[in-house]
């Protein structure tokens, strides 16, 4: 395989590459010496340069000057090496009984062990890497979203690991934002991951699970990092500390962190736990968020637009005793917020007039949260306990201008306790699972609107869900039989007053008992490449509200995977829903959920038709650092319950009503990544469209509509020359909203350009920016480019000194636009301006 180097001497002008010379190519085919069979994946590797048979045996082989010998080796035969010169048309590999767990086949930068894949940290780390996550984002087949959440394939991953231990849960940015890339040996990504080591063999799921190897001399010691920076904006700060212990009897992780930077401590803390209690329908609550006047989606980057002061606080220790794994686990964030932004909507209707807002708000908020998980993880047995209580507070204060000048103000408090327990048993024939989960939750709210029309709404609801499951399960060579049953029982108080509002002012309160009985068999088929799924639940509804409704509710989903080759496979899920109404329709009074938003429900007492298709495809070739994943999905929608938005001027009531509705919606997703020049470069594009047609009422009118989405988003990320380093990622996005015969469509752009230079071990230097460009429906632009520089000196392997500069040109403002269900709205946000920042470093 040829050595390259892409020397890239400016981004969107120009790509340069060269390859080095071959001097010849050696052509073969690699066959079993019993049988005669090709033999598929063999690896054959000569000095600086490797490659792997084909389907067919064959492989192409590019040969160095310097190269005297060939090497051919494959999982479940006899490593074989012969002379460069000798007759390689042919080769014959004598087979030997090999365990698979005890075989590796290597490549240089990624190693294949059955379904897990190895990456080489010291492969693909470079110099300008500190924490872990520098590395992991620059994985081939690995994505990190902004929030911190990895997928792997398009899909996010369903447990973090470090050394093999769960010690952190779900909670993983904690340790991939602060472990040194340095104590990494390797990052693996374990395919179709089962935790649960009692359902191995028997279900496989799509997602990976991700475990950090640490090196053996950053085993049973403390490690960590501590960080203490300071600038101005006009005064800057941000300090943290971070310390690990992973010994073999007890593990401990503690962070603490204060920042005013325009750092989020929700995302480090976010618990990406994706444990499965139950077989469908794991929703954590049945009731809707009411109150949203408080809620803000930002535009860009968190770094740019959190005007802040943030702490976070977090410490987990982990035991073990016998087969029993516990953890302890206490979290505390706590944020200030002020945001300035702007909006103009407009509706496409003479009769509803353009709606002008300006925004001012602050926000305070505490979060405390402590959990004690217990896990027994054994071939035949696992059992799991886990408790969680969590409490906060969260206030806003907004004031708003434009087509209303008013204050508004919410008041949030919550607390909850949450204990989980699942039971899993099984031997060769038979498996029995038991999973329960009860749940309390308060959750007082309080919404005040004050100006020249005064209104206060009150929400305070109290919720208690009890559910549990049990499954049976027969296993067979090639077929498994399960049944699952069910019941879960929620009741929910509701306490309401609305005052300022008139007539739609009330005062009461309002319970509710749910109860819901559910059966669901489901056969699985396990041969030859094929896994075959089908189940098809029933279920039993009653609500007991405002008077009695009952409701049966049936589904069927097939899902069927096929792997095409050791490389491949191809999914195909299809199913179908007759759904009851949510309950919260039967509490039909009035309740404004912001300044100029009440919702009045309304249930008319219908089902719902669902169905819904899906298939996808993906490929890696470990050894060619490749992965590709393709999806289609489409969905249908079908109900008798249709919403409707009544303007009274400025101010909306959404409602429901008795009317056909249908939505359809095709959805298209893919991505593509190649690791090139030795892990030392990855190239990328990812791609998102949809297609959807629907209809909606507004002033009791139906109006149809469709709309078109599509996203392209090509990357990548690496080290171009072994002194110059580069990011790219962009963004380009197209959407367009029919509604009768008016048509409207906007363009955006973003890109991200960072490069770094490396003249040596102590110091680098990086400048880059982002790029927003929007083009609005009546052909203007809104342009915006953000500067930033920083420069680093390592003073030695432990001490680091960092200067910052963000937002060089120190703008202040973006605009944008997007789509509602029937209106366009036109935003301006308020961003950080300038800041400069000086840190020091500290690893142990």
């Known amino acids: 395989m040829n050595r390259y180097s892409f020397f890239i001497l400016c981004l969107m002008l120009g790509l340069l590459s060269v390859m080095a010379a071959d001097p010849g190519r050696l052509h073969g085919t690699v066959r079993d010496a019993v049988t005669g069979e090709p033999v598929v994946g063999a690896i054959v590797k000569a000095k600086g340069s490797f490659t792997s048979t084909d389907s067919d045996g064959h492989f192409n082989l590019s040969l160095k000057a310097d190269a005297d010998s060939v090497s051919f080796r494959c999982i479940g035969y006899e490593t074989l090496t012969l002379a460069a010169s000798a007759d390689l048309g042919e080769i014959r590999l004598n087979p030997k009984a090999t365990q698979l767990n005890d075989v590796i086949v290597q490549a240089p930068d990624i190693y294949a062990r059955g379904d897990t894949l190895v990456f080489n940290v010291s492969r693909y780390a470079n110099a300008k890497d500190d924490a872990i996550i520098d590395v992991i984002k620059r994985l081939p087949g690995i994505k990190v979203e902004e929030d911190g959440t990895i997928k792997y394939q398009g899909k996010p991953i369903n447990k973090f690991y470090l050394d093999g231990n769960d010690f952190i849960g779900g909670q993983y940015g904690l340790a991939t934002n602060n472990i040194s890339h340095k104590d990494v040996k390797s990052v693996e990504v374990m395919e179709h991951h089962q935790p649960v080591k009692a359902l191995e063999g028997i279900e496989f799921p799509e997602e990976a699970g991700i475990n950090l190897k640490l090196k053996d001399d950053a085993r049973s010691r403390w490690v960590g990092v501590a960080k203490a920076a300071a600038g101005v904006q006009p005064v800057l700060y941000d300090g943290s500390v971070f310390t690990l212990r992973m010994a073999s009897k007890i593990q401990n992780m503690f962070t603490l962190k204060a920042d005013n930077t325009g750092w989020n401590p929700a995302n480090e803390i976010r618990d990406n736990d994706f444990d499965m209690m139950f077989s469908s329908d794991d929703k954590s609550s049945l009731w809707p968020e009411y109150v949203s006047a408080d809620i803000i989606d930002t535009p860009l980057s968190e770094k740019r637009t959190r005007d802040n002061l943030s702490w976070l606080g977090n410490a987990i220790t982990a035991w073990k005793s016998g087969d029993t794994s516990m953890r302890l686990k206490i979290d505390f964030t706590g944020d200030r917020l002020e945001y300035n932004s702007g909006i103009v909507t407009d509706y496409f209707s003479e009769q509803i007039p353009t709606f002008l807002q300006y925004n001012s708000q602050s926000m305070k908020s505490r979060d405390m949260s402590a ?474």
């Open 371 to 844: 959990q004690f998980y217990s896990e027994t993880n054994k071939p035949g047995y696992y059992l799991k306990d886990k408790l969680t209580l969590s409490t906060g507070h969260n206030k806003s204060n907004s004031a708003i201008t434009g087509s209303y000048d008013l204050a508004q103000r919410v008041n949030r408090d919550y607390f909850s306790a949450v204990n989980d327990l699942k039971l899993v048993k099984r031997n060769e024939k038979r498996l029995f699972t038991l999973s329960s989960r009860n749940s309390f939750r308060h959750h007082p709210d309080k919404l005040i609107v004050s100006g020249n029309e005064e209104a206060t709404q009150t929400i305070g609801t109290a919720d208690f869900r009890s559910r549990t499951e049990t499954r049976l399960g027969k296993l067979t060579r090639f077929w498994k039989y399960y049944l699952t049953t069910g019941i879960d029982i929620n009741y929910h108080r509701m306490n309401s007053m609305l005052k300022g509002l008139g007539e739609f002012d009330n005062d009461g309160v309002h319970e509710a008992l749910l109860s819901n009985l559910y059966a669901s068999p489901q056969a699985d088929y396990d041969r030859n490449g094929w896994k075959l799924s089908l189940v098809v639940p029933l279920k039993w509804y009653h609500y007991s509200i405002t008077g009695h409704h009952d409701y049966i509710n049936i589904a069927s989903k097939l899902n069927a995977r096929k792997q095409l080759t050791a490389k491949s496979e191809l999914s195909w899920t299809m199913g179908y829903l007759l759904g009851s109404p949510q309950a919260y329709l039967d509490i039909c009074i009035p309740i404004l959920s912001d300044y100029r938003n009440l919702l009045i429900a309304c249930n008319p007492d219908r089902y719902s038709h669902n169905v819904t298709s899906a298939l996808s495809y993906r490929y890696r070739n470990p050894m060619k650092s490749l992965f590709v994943n393709l999806s289609a999905a489409y969905s249908y929608h079908r109900s008798h319950i249709m919403s409707d938005q009544l303007f009274i001027e400025d101010f909306i009531i959404s409602t429901y009503t008795d009317k056909l509705s249908h939505n359809d919606t095709w959805h298209l997703k893919g991505g593509f990544s190649k690791g090139l020049g030795h892990s030392k470069m990855v190239i990328g594009v990812e791609t998102d469209g949809s297609l959807t047609s629907a209809s909606s009422m507004r002033d009791n009118v139906v109006i149809p509509y469709k709309q078109v989405r599509i996203g392209i988003k090509p990357y990548f990320k690496g080290s171009i020359l072994s002194w110059l380093s580069a990011n790219y990622d962009a963004e380009c996005g197209f959407s367009k909203l029919n509604i009768a015969e008016v048509t409207n469509r906007y363009r955006t752009l973003h890109q991200n350009l960072f490069a770094t230079i490396i003249p040596n071990d102590i110091v680098q230097f990086t400048i880059g920016g982002e790029h927003y460009l929007t083009k609005f429906p009546e052909g203007n632009f809104s342009n915006l480019i953000l500067l930033d520089a920083s420069a680093v000196w390592k003073i030695n392997s432990k001490i680091r000194f960092a200067a910052t500069a963000n937002n060089l040109l120190d703008k202040r403002c973006y605009e944008y636009v997007n789509y509602g269900t029937l209106s366009r709205s036109e935003h301006r946000f308020n961003i950080r301006p300038r800041s400069i920042l000086a840190s020091l470093q500290y690893r142990f």
